[in-house]
């Protein structure tokens, strides 16, 4: 369910502070369940729910949860996400431990409060667990999940939402059309630099003597953001990627789920900083050491953002942090670079998807370390065109990447996919770098065909648990 312009997808739309452990069965379910909640509270003040009948204390709340979220949905807290939404909490203003907390308290209390209407829920009998069917039709997205409100049997209220990566949550009307959500419905924005495609992204660039964040910069105040506002904004996401890969590195113990997985960032980060790396790990092991922290901290359910999504949380904060030891890079330039990234991560969710659930892991990590290698190859001076080939050189080598996270949990082989990435990505800006940007095969092909790629995966590699090394 992706937007038709890759040019109405800014950086904060790509880069959002939420918690762990993913995006889309995590943060996405935790908003659309808070949708859902004020769109109730709005029909309560409208007296358009009778408060008679609310006040006979019948009502009750069903969430039913569909396809991957059905199949992964408890190893990635779907079921505590949607509580706290109910709840009336948000993944970005939230603290992680009121989050988490949600659950147990409902479980106890088998209520939730909605000014003074009181609304049945018990998670463990009202959350409801069902497969690849919605209708008695396919799903229109992996994601799909619907809220009801009853009242004894009759349904007052509901809503569908599909959850479509990186924390994006679309409604759905029951259209079947391909693409068709009432947030594809929402009037454009005029630009001063359209760009639907990677080679209009780049001739935008030349024919205007613009600098790639400039471009992004002026599209972004015709959409109603001033430069200083966004680059407040995005100071703070880079803060927050500071903030989890110290919380990553020194924290330490088993991380929840069963799989009796150990951290490890702490131990690399402090061999690494004796010096007891063998020469031939390089001697340096940044990348890979803060990519692990970072998801570490995302399994543990703790805050982090999407960068695209949540399983692919930990690539871009460690390429990012590494360039700035290595390069005294500037704040400014680490913004630059976020807004750079941006753009690879808006034209993959326009032309493929950033959903596990949709193409396989090629569509998080894949994505990520393309957005990654176009960041950095902008941070360090590279050509419209050296941008370009960086981010094509890192989706071309995730291609086919399936999404069988063991148990449903975003710990094996998620984590250590991140620190693969980041390496991946560092390589393609060197590789970009060192030519003038000509290469045979543009991003825009690659999206095509990673598109077609996840569309010819079988369904027991996209986020089910089903397949791959999820079922070894």
Known sequence: MNPARADQIGPLDMF???????????????????????????????????????????????????????????????????????????????????????????NQKKSIKIDEHIIQFFPEKDIHWLHWQFQEKPLPHPNTMRFRLYLDEEVLAEEVYLSVGGGFVDSYDGDDSPGKTKESQTPFKVVPYPFNSASEFVNQCNQNKIKPWELVIENEKAKGMDEATLRYRLKTILDVF??????????????????????????????????????WAGGDLRPSVYAIAVNEENAAGGRVVTAPTNGSSGLIPAVWRTLQETHKLSTETLENGLMVASVVGALVKTHASISGAEVGCQGEVGTSCAMAAAGAAAMLGGTPEQIEQAAEIGIEHHLGMTCDPIKGLVQVPCIERNAMGAVKALNAVWLSLACDGSHLISLDRVLQVMKQTGLDMHQKYKETSTGGLAIG
Not at 55 to 64: C, G, I
Not at 93 to 99: G, N, R, V
Not at 251 to 264: A, D, F, Q, S
Request: net charge positive.
């Open 242 to 279: 500071s903030e989890c890969i110290e919380n990553g590195l020194k924290h330490e113990g088993i991380l929840p789920g069963g799989l009796e997985v150990k951290r490890r960032a702490k131990k690399l980060n402090e061999q690494m900083l004796s010096g007891s790396m063998p020469a």
């Open 16 to 106: 959002k502070i939420g918690v762990g452990p993913s995006s889309s069965h995590t943060v996405g379910p935790m908003i659309a369940a808070l949708q859902f909640r004020e769109s109730i509270k709005k029909l309560f003040d409208e007296k358009k729910i009778a408060v008679a009948k609310a006040k006979e204390s019948r009502l009750r709340f069903v969430v039913e949860l569909y396809g991957s979220l059905s199949a992964t949905g408890k190893g990635h807290s779907t079921d505590a996400a949607c509580c706290a939404g109910l709840f009336g909490l948000h993944p970005r203003t939230s603290k992680p431990e009121e989050i988490w907390a949600a659950m147990p308290e409902l």
